[in-house]
T-cell receptor, first 112, second 112 residues
């Protein structure tokens, strides 16, 4: 069982639709990061959230950290083909000495 | 020029062979990490190093060893490769465990 569970594992949508990716755990995190990975490349950081209830926006991407700091979500509005990629959440768990642990990833495909 | 480089980018080897994957960084970070990525499992930590004299096992260190030759260099070795070590391997660096991790482009390894 992974410390961080991401859902769904795969998402295929049409350009212009909205999507939400979830990252859940029973552990408390001191911070949580979202990365995007494109084929043939390493993951690249999108955002870090550190405060329970925090909401951060990055253009059409909205990131939310749960009040209890155990879960997070990524919402993309009006998705574009350029949003296609593997989205990974990663949390620094208090119980694990703040070492970063990654979720299994959500593969997003936005079709034109 | 890339901040984190990995060599080789692709490698095919046979069961039982010894193989070394190399990572170099120009970010000046003390902390370096080796991960493997398998479909649906996200990134799993193999080994990490907080400085040249500090090496730590991650969650899946069996069958692997590492060497931190300098602040900028961190190598991963498979002493006797086996087929279930076929995966995508990433090196990463960071300022601290909770800070942004900067990833290399990855090494795709196939063990026959």
């Amino acid at each position: 069982t992974q410390l961080l569970e991401q859902s769904p594992q795969f998402l295929s949508i049409q350009e212009g639709e909205n999507l939400t990716v979830y990252c859940n755990s029973s552990s408390v995190f001191s911070s949580l990061q979202w990365y995007r990975q494109e084929p043939g490349e390493g993951p690249v950081l999108l955002v870090t959230v550190v405060t329970g209830g925090e909401v951060k926006k990055l253009k059409r991407l909205t990131f939310q950290f749960g009040d209890a700091r155990k879960d997070s979500s990524l919402h993309i509005t009006a998705a574009q083909p350029g949003d296609t990629g593997l989205y990974l959440c990663a949390g620094a768990a208090v119980a694990a000495g703040n070492k970063l642990t990654f979720g299994g990833g959500t593969r997003v495909l936005v079709k034109p | 020029d890339a901040d984190v480089t990995q060599t080789p980018r692709n490698r095919i080897t046979k069961t039982g062979k010894r193989i070394m994957l190399e990572c170099s960084q120009t970010k000046g970070h003390d902390r370096m990490y080796w991960y493997r990525q398998d479909p649906g499992l996200g990134l799993r930590l193999i080994y990490y190093s907080f400085d040249v004299k500090d090496i730590n096992k991650g969650e899946i260190s069996d069958g692997y060893s590492v060497s931190r030759q300098a602040q900028a260099k961190f190598s991963l070795s498979l002493e006797s490769a086996i087929p279930n070590q076929t995966a995508l391997y990433f090196c990463a660096t960071s300022l601290s465990p909770r800070e942004t991790q900067y990833f290399g482009p990855g090494t795709r390894l196939l063990v026959l």
